[in-house]
């Protein structure tokens, strides 16, 4: 089957993404630069959290109002609001 494109989201990883979660109009994505990213599918504008190791693994809640990501080397996870402008 041909599958179409619909939207191109970017901005918020530089690298690799290892994983990525759907949750209402909200996407995050795992990366290997380190950052977590949270776009808006909508309005296409994203968020960046920042990990002290490359992030194997990133989800959003049900509601997509917050995002759990793996932190560190030693796989502590991180927990963030996603509508805080402070992170």
Not at 10 to 17: F, I
């Given at each position: ?26 996407i995050s994505t795992a ?17 960046e959290f920042k990990a ?36």
């Amino acid at each position: 089957k041909n599958r179409k494109i619909s939207k191109t989201l970017s901005g918020a990883n530089k690298d690799n993404c290892y994983k990525v979660c759907l949750k209402t109009n909200k996407i995050s994505t795992a990366g290997q630069d380190r950052l977590a990213g949270v776009y808006d599918m909508d309005s296409g504008a994203h968020k960046e959290f920042k990990a002290e190791f490359l992030i194997y693994a990133a989800a959003l809640s049900p509601s997509a109002k917050k995002i759990a990501y793996q932190y560190n080397e030693a796989n502590d996870i991180a927990l963030a609001n996603v509508d805080d402008s402070d992170h």
